[in-house]
């Protein structure tokens, strides 16, 4: 078992372990809320949508936040070097699942959905149902990274199967913007955009599991 699994075992109730569990849950609270949000723009519902964009908003916010936090409290532990790289890897690489759930609703926010086919509409929602999913399996990664490691190298093939799932989503979804010839080019670019940035919360997901991986086989 690598030194970090066991320093994880054994200071779980520490100051870090406390900022990084608030970290992964407010990285989850941006995921969900982006659903949200695109569910809302999705049916126009504009108060709805404002209020999960602001959510998501804050959310990424505090996670930026969380991060330094947590960065500064490593940085003067007890830590191996090696180790302590691995861990701000990690904690950086979920900071960017937050990071791109905000990029998503910036884009959201500039796409007038009133002027999107149907079709691409329910394609976005497959996509953001895809990449949530993504985000859950990788909470239960890192949840049972401590604990039971086998299980969660197993939760980690579940990202990266949900990942490919959500790529080949992407894939259809372009394919079907492709084919819509009424719609305005500043409305298609928007509409692509937010496809890319969905797929990239499911891409940090798998990134994140990636580094995950590192820490459970290290030596």
């Known amino acids: 078992m690598s030194e970090l699994i066991k320093w ?103 796409t007038p959905m009133e002027d999107v086919p149907e079709n691409l509409k329910q394609a976005v929602i497959k996509m953001m149902e895809g990449s949530k999913e993504c985000a859950t399996a990788l909470r239960k990664c890192i949840d049972r990274m401590a604990e039971k490691p086998e299980e969660a190298l197993h939760a980690a093939d579940e990202v990266e199967r949900l990942e490919e799932k959500v790529d080949d989503l992407f894939e259809n979804s372009r394919r079907l913007l492709a084919k819509e010839e009424k719609l305005r080019i500043g409305t298609a670019i928007l509409m692509n955009e937010l496809y890319e940035a969905i797929e990239m919360v499911a891409d940090r997901c798998e990134d994140t599991c990636d580094q995950v991986r590192v820490i459970i086989v290290r030596r």
């Open 8 to 110: 994880f075992e054994k200071r779980r109730e520490t100051k870090a372990m406390s900022m990084m569990q608030r970290h992964l849950a407010t990285t989850m609270s941006a995921v969900e809320d982006l659903e949200k949000a695109i569910n809302a723009a999705v049916q126009r519902k504009e108060k709805e949508t404002k209020e999960a964009i602001e959510r998501v908003t804050i959310a990424e916010k505090e996670a930026d936040r969380l991060r330094r936090a947590i960065m500064t409290e490593l940085a003067g532990g007890e830590l191996p070097p090696p180790d302590r790289e691995d861990l701000m890897h990690l904690i950086k690489r979920i900071d960017m699942v937050a990071d791109w759930s905000r990029e998503a609703t910036r884009i959201l926010s500039a």
